[in-house]
T-cell receptor, first 113, second 115 residues
Framework: GENVEQHPSTLSVQEGDSAVIKCTYS??????FPWYKQELGKGPQLIID?????GEKKDQRIAVTLNKTAKHFSLHITETQPEDSAVYFC????????????FGKGTHLIIQP | DAGVIQSPRHEVTEMGQEVTLRCKPI?????LFWYRQTMMRGLELLIY????????DSGMPEDRFSAKMPNASFSTLKIQPSEPRDSAVYFC?????????????FGAGTRLSVL
């Protein structure tokens, strides 16, 4: 089955700086890669996603890149703000998201004021 | 839209008791997923349904776990009998489309503690 590795497990950055979280996946058939943000006591919330026919996608301060050859994808957050502090999860799916997601172990992002 | 609604939000029970977790998906969504989150194993898919039919239950840990979706607006996850190692946060998610274009929306979760 699919295996998703996520690094780092904890990331501390100064407010205003950029943060990068990286994930690798094992199954070359995976074609959908969402990123979720989870705040304490809440369920994961989708922040951005990318499909295998696209190499990069951007939404305001958030961007995701995908390298299908190397089987890795990354989340980039620019101009970080205190409200960006949370746990971020990457995930992968073979069926475009319709077949269930395989998640990475998460990155605890801490924004230092 | 109220989003995915899960109940109860917290459940504390004793080992050996039956536990039933409930989920109401977003209206119009035809795919429903149950996940479990623990510190050790992270977020794991347990089972998912398309159009109320179970498609893949390979993530269900043991026969003590069962899930049903009697109609498009309700699903249950049952653990009988419960064990301390079942303690976790259980999430339900729903998606508007099967077949490749589904985005999964998560509920707030049920925190289960088995003593």
């Amino acid at each position: 089955g699919e295996n998703v590795e996520q690094h780092p497990s904890t990331l501390s950055v100064q407010e205003g700086d950029s943060a990068v979280i990286k994930c690798t996946y094992s199954d070359s058939a995976s074609n959908y890669f969402p990123w979720y943000k989870q705040e304490l006591g809440k369920g994961p919330q989708l922040i951005i996603d990318i499909r295998s026919n696209v190499g990069e996608k951007k939404d305001q301060r958030i961007a995701v890149t995908l390298n299908k050859t190397a089987k890795h994808f990354s989340l980039h957050i620019t101009e970080t703000q205190p409200e960006d502090s949370a746990v971020y999860f990457c995930a992968a799916s073979i069926g475009g998201g319709a077949d269930g997601l395989t998640f990475g172990k998460g990155t605890h992002l801490i924004i230092q004021p | 839209d109220a989003g995915v609604i899960q109940s109860p939000r917290h459940e504390v029970t004793e080992m050996g008791q039956e536990v039933t977790l409930r989920c109401k998906p977003i209206s119009g969504h035809n795919s429903l997923f149950w996940y479990r989150q623990t510190m050790m194993r992270g977020l794991e898919l347990l089972i998912y349904f398309n159009n109320n039919v179970p498609i893949d239950d390979s993530g269900m840990p043991e026969d003590r776990f069962s899930a049903k979706m009697p109609n498009a607006s309700f699903s249950t996850l049952k653990i009988q009998p419960s064990e301390p190692r079942d303690s976790a946060v259980y999430f339900c998610a729903s998606s508007p489309l099967a077949g490749g274009l589904g985005i999964q929306y998560f509920g707030a979760g049920t925190r289960l503690s088995v003593l």
